[in-house]
């Protein structure tokens, strides 16, 4: 009898420590960083380096997938709906959760409900490029010819709904001209077409923008962030070309589905910061173009709230449409 009551005691205590031994094991399979981009742009380089980063201290795989589509719509759709175990991750810029919301009434996702964040990385300003053979190598060059020109002068995005439109149709509404925009799934087909001459203009970030410019393929026209970028000294701001007002920088965060385990995010977002203050990831980060300033997860919500009613009311304001 004893040894009975023993072995049923030893068996609620096991049944009882089950879910602590399955939180403590998390992760046991690999995971899924999605990203709502087409392969080699901006997002798409910056989620390689964290995934092997990130990687090697969970010491389980983390695999890229790229979702691109809809101005990245399609990608956070997915996490959103996907199950909050900590498996399935978005990395993505505001054109999510603030762009995207301020241009679209109605999106299948919502950025202050469906997303719990692991933490925000940084930021990267955004660069208008020209083809090199376009005849204005600066703003108010720009300005001019589009003014001669009206709607002649075409601009590519990473997307339609995305901060590269935004900053574009920012530029038009600021400087009073009519240029084409020409929405892409992401930054790698945007940037082949302006290398190739089948657009004359393209907003794109740094982390695209700095490899081209080294290679003579496109030349830089101005840089959207508020001062210059200490990567590209020379490059001038809108701001300084007579827009003082002018700012647009995509700033890149890493989220899972709402609901996630407090003991997985604090994991996630632990072992990011610690990726992210790594000398290493850091370097190539830094190389990619990015400012780096790692906010944990709490600063997401309170930037989403602070930004998304601003901008809008600049899009109302400046009648910017997606039509």
Do not use: C
């Not at 899972?256 to 977002?269: C, E």
């Not at 632990?270 to 370097?283: D, G, K, M, N, W």
């Amino acid at each position: 009898m004893m040894r009975r009551l023993a072995l049923a005691a030893a068996a609620v205590l096991i049944a009882g420590a089950a879910p602590v031994f399955a939180a403590e094991a998390w992760p046991a399979k690999p995971i899924t960083l999605v990203v709502p981009y087409s392969p080699g742009g901006a997002t798409d380089t910056i989620a390689r380096i964290l995934a092997r980063h990130m990687a090697e201290k969970l010491r389980q795989p983390m695999l890229v997938d790229n979702k691109p589509g809809a101005g990245t719509e399609i990608g956070a759709t997915l996490v959103a709906r996907a199950p909050a175990d900590g498996y399935t991750l978005l990395i993505s810029s505001n054109t999510t959760f603030t762009v995207n919301p301020a241009l679209k009434p109605r999106l299948p996702y919502s950025p202050e409900k469906s997303f719990e964040s692991i933490g925000i990385i940084g930021s990267s300003p955004l660069m208008l490029l020209a083809n090199p053979g376009f005849a204005a190598g600066d703003i108010k060059g720009l300005v001019a010819q589009a003014k001669a020109r009206p709607g002649k002068i075409s601009y590519a995005s990473f997307g339609a709904g995305t901060t590269s439109h935004l900053a574009g149709e920012m530029l038009k509404v600021m400087a009073g001209i009519d240029i084409l925009h020409v929405p892409y799934k992401g930054s790698s087909p945007a940037m082949a077409d302006l290398v190739g001459g089948q657009v004359d203009l393209s907003v794109d970030t740094l982390v695209a923008a700095i490899p081209m410019l080294k290679g003579g393929k496109v030349k830089a026209l101005a840089i959207t962030s508020p001062r210059r970028s200490p990567q590209l000294p020379d490059v001038p701001t809108i701001a300084e070309a007579g827009y003082p007002d002018y700012e647009m920088v995509a700033w890149i965060t890493v989220v899972a589905p709402r609901g996630l385990p407090a003991s997985v995010q604090q994991k996630l977002s632990s072992t990011l910061a610690q990726v992210v203050a790594e000398p290493a990831a850091r370097s190539a980060l830094e190389q990619a173009g990015m400012d780096l300033q790692f906010q944990p997860g709490s600063a997401f919500d309170a930037r989403v709230a602070r930004e998304l009613p601003l901008l809008r009311a600049y899009v109302s304001r400046a009648r910017i449409s997606l039509d």
